[in-house]
């Protein structure tokens, strides 16, 4: 069965520094679809970012980016110089292709400290 | 924009009667879930759908069913609420495959007292 894990459940950061956060996963897909989605204090989820396992290239969309490093089952999310309102709840998620599901990790909080 | 309503946005119900939590898309996206979310827990999958009229359980269905009566339209559906479904619930609906971005409702915050 596949699996999402982010074992950090917390991290603080000074504001307009880089964080990074983790994520592993476990599969038996050749090809997937990794995830980033961030949960804003109102409850909001968006999707953030993307990383198709067949591509080598790490995605990059605004100031985030994954270091995607697929012998590892690894897709960290980076955010360069963090603002105030990057404070949220980050989740890492996997499409299951042959389920046509996708799951979630627990989320990691991220505080970004004045 | 994508464009995900949930209905209600909270509710009251009491232990052991009917809740019916709906769910409407304006994306023509074919797929839709019924996520849980839990502290601690994250988002974990109740039910969800990829074509209308059928319906698939997701990793924690127990106590819940799910109706997809349309393309546009999911419920989720607790016959008797209890004290553990306490819970915030969210609608998400995608393309699929490898149209599979995740547009999420902005939640309902259920209390079972």
């Known amino acids: 069965a596949q699996k999402v894990t982010q074992t950090q459940t917390s991290i603080s950061v000074m504001e307009k520094t880089t964080v990074t956060m983790d994520c592993v996963y476990e599969t038996q897909d050749s090809s997937y679809f990794l995830f980033w989605y961030k949960q804003t204090a109102s409850g909001e989820i968006v999707f953030l970012i993307r990383?198709?396992?067949?591509?080598?290239e790490n995605a990059t969309v605004g100031h985030y980016s994954l270091n995607f490093q697929k012998p590892k089952s690894s897709i960290g999310l980076i955010i360069t110089a963090t603002q105030i309102e990057d404070s949220a709840v980050y989740f890492c998620?996997?499409?299951?292709?042959?389920?046509?599901?996708?799951?979630f990790g627990k989320g990691t909080h991220l505080h970004v400290l004045p | 924009e994508a464009a995900v309503t949930q209905s209600p946005r909270s509710k009251v119900a009491v232990t052991g009667g009917k809740v019916t939590l709906s769910c409407h898309q304006t994306n023509n996206h074919d797929y839709m879930y019924w996520y849980r979310q839990d502290t601690g827990h994250g988002l974990r999958l109740i039910h969800y759908s990829y074509v209308a009229d059928s319906t698939e359980k997701g990793d924690i269905p127990d106590g819940y069913k799910a109706s997809r009566p349309s393309q546009e339209n999911f419920s989720l559906i607790l016959e008797l609420a209890s004290l553990s479904q306490t819970a915030v619930y969210f609608c998400a609906s995608s393309g699929g495959q490898s149209q599979n971005t995740l547009y999420f409702g902005a939640g309902t915050r259920l209390s079972v007292l």
């Open positions: 998620a996997m499409d299951d292709t042959n389920a046509y599901k996708v799951i």
């Open positions: 990383q198709d396992s067949y591509k080598k």
